[in-house]
């Protein structure tokens, strides 16, 4: 029940696509949903989150959406460009847990 | 504002020894995670420290221990090492001890031979 299952594993993009990586999760008391950026040799970056009182955010060209009833959420990355190129975790956590679970990650590439 | 900083970053360790990896949060910054991070298990939460208490303990062998001293830096131990505990150990603070806003350390790389 805290596992968050994450996809795709690889993702290539063209440069001005856009990118669409997608989690789902099992359970419902999870009630914050961050995404983070890795680049090589680097630690997860916060990028985006999102609460589940709110169906979409958007920040910049990063936008999380949310669908409370499926428990699935989505991260979309409009006009992906090569700096992008990096990998991309979904997580959740509950308050009282103070703990992130987190996917298995997607690599991104995107193509110049 | 200095980032996360954990030291050392890069260590070779053989079976059977302990390791001791160190952390620093950023400036006011009173919680500090610990993250274990593998290409077979990915991202696993090892345990999260807020005023120099353990608050939460992830499903990690009693080899794995840690501690926050009340500058709110934190050390982690890994006693009779494994080779599975070959992995990117990544430190984590946040302001108010809770998941939001975490910002991470680049990690110690540790290598088990």
């Known amino acids: 029940q805290q596992q968050v299952k994450q996809s795709p594993q690889s993702l290539i993009v063209q440069k001005g696509g856009i990118s669409i990586i997608n989690c789902a999760y099992e359970?419902?008391?999870?009630?914050?949903f961050p995404w983070y950026q890795q680049f090589p040799g680097k630690g997860p970056a916060l990028l985006i989150a999102i609460r589940p009182d709110v169906s979409e955010k958007k920040e910049g060209r990063f936008t999380i959406s949310f669908n409370k009833s499926a428990k699935q959420f989505s991260l979309h990355i409009m006009d992906s460009q090569p700096g992008d190129s990096a990998t991309y975790f979904c997580a959740a956590s509950t308050g009282s847990a103070r703990q992130l679970t987190f996917g298995s990650g997607t690599q991104l590439t995107v193509l110049p | 504002k200095a980032g996360v900083t954990q030291t050392p970053r890069y260590l070779i360790k053989t079976r059977g020894q302990q390791v001791t990896l160190s952390c620093s949060p950023i400036?006011?910054?009173?919680?500090v995670s610990w993250y274990q991070q593998t290409p077979g298990q990915g991202l696993q939460f090892l345990f999260e420290?807020?005023?120099?208490?353990?608050?939460n303990k992830g499903n990690f062998p009693g080899r794995f221990s840690g501690r926050q001293f009340s500058n709110s830096r934190s050390e982690m131990n890994v006693s009779t090492l494994e080779l599975g505990d070959s992995a990117l150990y990544l430190c984590?603070?946040?302001?108010?001890?809770?998941?939001?806003?975490?910002?991470f350390g680049s990690g110690t790389q540790l290598s088990v031979l």
């Open positions: 420290y807020f005023s120099e208490t353990q608050r």
């Open positions: 359970n419902t008391a999870f009630d914050y």
């Open positions: 984590a603070s946040g302001l108010q001890g809770t998941n939001e806003k975490l910002f």
């Open positions: 400036s006011g910054h009173r919680s």
